[in-house]
């Protein structure tokens, strides 16, 4: 069975600061995708960041990267300075032939 | 473009019964795939549809079923509505659909079964 997990149901970060969110998974593929996926209060569903598994590299878009641990299985979002307009759930999300979601972080950023 | 667009935004039913969903994804989309989302449950997959077929399907009861168009419009069902089937219901689309596609998701239609 695939599965994500999201460990940390509620984060907070003070404006400016960093935080990450972290995300484990379990997958028997071998190729494979992987997502973050941010939903502010008006509950649209918002790609933030996307890491292809055959890569090392670790993507990065803006203030969003990752850090990519394959061998692990660990997928944590990080976010630089950052900014009120982050708050918002956090789902981290496997693509194999379709989209698991993990349960979400609510992060919460504070002035 | 245009993003996903999904209809209604908001439906209130009552038991028993029953509603239809709709879905447009982006132009050139031909993938869409549904998901429904619960405080309990999260986010679960629905089904995938592609080219008119559905390709994937994820476990839920026969009361839900979906179906696509010619022109990559979508829509989906729901029979004998329960009160736990009131949810976020989320639409996404992307060019063919698997595992190396983002999917972009619509606004969502919340349902509330009374």
């Known amino acids: 069975a695939q599965t994500v997990t999201q460990s940390q149901p509620e984060m907070s970060v003070q404006e400016a600061e960093t935080v990450t969110l972290s995300c484990t998974y379990d997958?028997?593929?071998?190729?494979?995708?992987l997502f973050w996926y941010k939903q502010p209060p008006s509950r649209q569903m918002i790609l933030v960041i996307r890491?292809?598994?055959?890569?090392?590299q670790n993507a990065t878009e803006n203030r969003f990267s990752v850090n990519f641990q394959k061998a692990a299985k660990s997928f944590s979002l990080k976010i630089s300075d950052s900014q009120l307009g982050d708050t918002a759930m956090y789902f981290c999300?496997?693509?194999?032939?379709?989209?698991?979601f993990g349960t979400g972080t609510r992060l919460q950023v504070f002035p | 473009k245009a993003g996903v667009t999904q209809t209604p935004r908001y439906l209130i039913k009552t038991r028993g019964q029953q509603v239809t969903l709709s879905c447009s994804p982006i132009?050139?989309?031909?993938?869409v795939s549904w998901y429904q989302q619960t405080p309990g449950q999260g986010l679960q997959f629905l089904f995938e549809?592609?080219?008119?077929?559905?390709?994937n399907k994820g476990n839920f009861p026969g009361r839900f079923s979906g179906r696509q168009f010619s022109n990559s419009r979508s829509e989906m069902n729901v029979s004998t509505l329960e009160l736990g089937d009131s949810a976020l219901y989320l639409c996404?689309?992307?060019?063919?659909?698997?595992?190396?596609?983002?999917?972009?998701f619509g606004p969502g239609t919340r349902l509330l079964v009374l």
């Open positions: 997958t028997s593929e071998n190729n494979y995708y």
């Open positions: 890491q292809e598994a055959y890569k090392q």
């Open positions: 549809y592609f080219s008119e077929t559905q390709r």
């Open positions: 999300a496997l693509n194999t032939d379709k989209l698991i």
């Open positions: 996404a689309s992307s060019p063919f659909g698997g595992n190396r596609e983002t999917q972009y």
């Open positions: 132009s050139g989309h031909r993938s």
